[in-house]
């Protein structure tokens, strides 16, 4: 079946590092891809998401391409924040539901 | 615009009794959905409705679980009765679309469970 397969946290950076978060994903038929983020206290929202192959999202400086040769859909930022801090959930959204990954936490230190 | 809202927040409860959670979805969203997320993991689907009808939920724990959604708004989740294993976050999200594989779908805050 579809899965989505993300890399294990946490993960620790300091303050203007640049971000990589490996998503995989496994699928049959055309997928769409999407990173939610959850910020402490808060529900997930909508980070980016791609429809098709070779789609790039982007937001708040964050961006994924969907590639489909590498199955792949890893999540980048050139320069994190401490407002960044929050975990990162790679979906997949196939025929009806949203499959999620496991989650990657990430912590920006000052 | 408002966004999806839960109630309680919070619940302890003992085991073998029963808890229902509330979810009112964004209006105007005819798609509602209900997940469970475990401590660590993604959250994963428990149900989903299109307006008023139930159109997967496969995922139910029937036994235990129940869920409704009157005149196709708000929805109510229920545990009868709920076990040590029922400890988690219960999130309820709605989108816009017919649970298309493109749409977004919009998250309320959870309601985090524990079962004593």
């Known amino acids: 079946g579809d899965s989505v397969t993300q890399m294990e946290g946490p993960v620790t950076l300091s303050e203007e590092a640049f971000l990589t978060i490996n998503c995989t994903y496994t699928?049959?038929?055309?997928?769409?891809l999407f990173w939610y983020v959850q910020y402490p206290g808060e529900g997930l929202q909508l980070l980016l998401k791609?429809?098709?192959?070779?789609d790039k999202g982007s937001n708040k400086g964050f961006e994924a391409t969907y590639r489909k040769e590498t199955t792949s859909f890893h999540l980048e930022k050139g320069s994190v924040q401490v407002s960044d801090s929050a975990v990162y959930f790679c979906a997949l959204g196939s025929a009806s539901k949203i499959i999620f990954g496991s989650g990657t936490r990430l912590s920006i230190r000052p | 615009e408002a966004g999806v809202v839960q109630s309680p927040r919070y619940k302890i409860i003992e085991k073998k009794q029963p808890v229902a959670f509330w979810c009112n979805p964004i209006s105007g969203h005819n798609t509602l959905y209900w997940y469970r997320q475990n401590l660590g993991q993604g959250p994963e689907l428990l149900i989903r409705?299109?307006?008023?009808?139930?159109?997967?939920d496969s995922q139910l724990p029937k036994d235990r679980f129940s869920a409704e959604r009157l005149k196709g708004v708000d929805s109510t989740l229920k545990i009868q009765p709920a076990e040590l294993g029922d400890s988690a976050v219960y999130l309820c999200?709605?989108?816009?679309?017919?649970?298309?594989?493109?749409?977004?779908?919009?998250f309320g805050p959870g309601t985090r469970l524990t079962v004593l």
């Open positions: 791609a429809t098709k192959a070779d």
């Open positions: 409705y299109e307006n008023e009808e139930a159109v997967d």
């Open positions: 699928a049959t038929g055309y997928p769409s």
């Open positions: 999200a709605s989108s816009s679309g017919a649970g298309q594989r493109t749409d977004t779908q919009y």
